[in-house]
């Protein structure tokens, strides 16, 4: 099946750096979706991406789908404490017998020192 | 997006036992899935509730361990069948949404119910 590789698996930074996290797929996705769950709770989306190549942002993130449609980054600007959580990425592909089926990545654990 | 409500919000039960888990949202939905997130990793689909027929399974995912229930399209239940240790888990249902952007596949998540057996 579709498998996701997300990195970094964690994250250690001072408030005010910026952080990058990729994922990459060994299938093609039709839409790729950037979710942070905070403890206890469900993730929650942060960012959808639709076309290959687009750019997206949301406030202080960004992220692009990979022009081959098998990759995704997500970049946080002047990181603060409470984008502190896991981040998933995950792949949609929209067809056939897997549509509506979401692959997501392992997860990359933020945290951010004061 | 639509507002997602889980209930319990966490159990601790005993081995041998079934949990029923209900997901309620506050507008109707095409498509309502449950995931299962056991300790420190990430999200698996279990299956797809379907509204009026039988759940779609993953593999790894059987009827008579999680049955699912989707009697319209608000409501949704999973229910945890002969629990052992491993089933201690985070269990989430998702939503993907009727109309507008649904085409982009966007889902959203409930607040997960938080699963001790022990």
């Known amino acids: 099946g579709q498998q996701l590789n997300q990195s970094p698996q964690s994250m250690f930074i001072q408030e005010g750096e910026d952080v990058s996290m990729n994922c990459t797929s060994s299938s093609i996705f039709n839409t790729w979706l950037w979710y942070k769950q905070d403890p206890g709770e469900g993730p929650v989306l942060l960012i959808a991406?639709?076309?290959?190549?687009e750019l997206t942002s949301n406030g202080r993130l960004t992220a692009q789908f990979g022009i081959t449609r098998k990759d995704s980054f997500l970049n946080i600007s002047a990181s603060i404490p409470s984008d502190v959580g896991i981040y998933f990425c995950?792949?949609?592909?929209?067809?056939?017998?897997?549509?509506?089926?979401?692959?997501f990545g392992q997860g990359t654990i933020l945290t951010v020192h004061p | 997006s639509a507002v997602i409500s889980q209930k319990p919000s966490r159990d601790i039960c005993q081995r041998g036992t079934s949990l029923t888990i209900q997901c309620q949202v506050d507008s109707q939905v095409t498509m309502m899935f449950w995931y299962r997130q056991q300790p420190g990793q990430s999200l698996t689909l279990i299956a797809t509730?379907?509204?009026?027929?039988?759940?779609?399974?993953e593999s790894g995912f059987v009827i008579d361990k999680f049955p699912i229930s989707r009697p319209n399209l608000t409501f949704s239940t999973l229910t945890v069948s002969n629990m052992s240790p491993e089933d201690s888990s985070i269990y989430l249902c998702?939503?993907?949404?009727?109309?507008?952007?649904?085409?982009?596949?966007?889902?959203?998540f409930g607040p997960g119910t938080r699963l001790t057996v022990l």
């Open positions: 509730a379907n509204q009026g027929s039988e759940a779609t399974y």
């Open positions: 991406l639709y076309k290959a190549g």
């Open positions: 995950a792949g949609h592909n929209a067809g056939g017998t897997s549509y509506g089926k979401l692959t």
């Open positions: 998702s939503v993907e949404e009727v109309g507008g952007r649904s085409s982009y596949n966007e889902q959203f």
